[in-house]
């Protein structure tokens, strides 16, 4: 089933606010059991969701890539660090790197990642809905139900969860 970036974007904006409001209400209680129920939802979710007919994380945001993942990148790639830093990356107002353009540069037509055994920890640990003390990430998973189809539907499966 083709993705539709749109479709997504439309969805989380018409429930930002509710979504918004849940995630820092759960973020300041830091319910024992919700990393047991977002790790469960997280795979729930992934049992339907495909990565490759969306991709729309590669295509829309960049990770912010430390040292450790350039000197991993250039490796892969058989150059220098500085020559991936000068070719593929630029520092942000926050000063780290994040990739130089979007869609990413190793997005292939496919939507394999050209790089995927070498790729930055964020794309390896990303949309983060399996992350360890999750409450914690409440307003990067807020930013990524607008880009993620799964972290879409994992909130709304908490919003369930926690509004009994």
């Known amino acids: 089933m083709e993705f539709d ?7 989380a904006q018409q429930k930002a606010k509710d979504n918004q409001a849940f995630l820092t209400r759960l973020r300041k209680k830091k319910p024992k059991d919700l990393d047991d129920r977002a790790h469960d939802l997280h795979d729930k979710v992934f049992e339907y969701t495909d990565c490759l007919t969306c991709a729309n994380c590669c295509k829309s945001i960049s990770p912010i890539v430390i ?4 000197d991993r990148i250039a490796k892969f790639l058989k150059i220098k660090p500085s020559k991936a830093i000068e070719d593929y990356f630029e520092l942000d107002e926050d000063e780290d790197y994040v990739f130089r353009q979007t869609p990413c540069p190793f997005l292939m037509a496919d939507n394999y990642c050209m790089i995927y ?3 930055p920890r964020a794309c390896r640990e990303y949309p983060h809905t399996d992350r360890k003390r999750f409450s914690q990430i409440a307003n990067l998973t807020y930013k990524n139900t607008f880009v993620c189809p799964a972290v879409f539907d994992v909130v709304e499966e908490l919003k369930v969860i926690y509004s009994k």
Do not use: S, V
């Open 5 to 11: 970036p749109q479709g997504l974007k439309e969805k």
């Open 67 to 70: 040292d450790r993942d350039i």
């Open 117 to 119: 055994e070498a790729r």
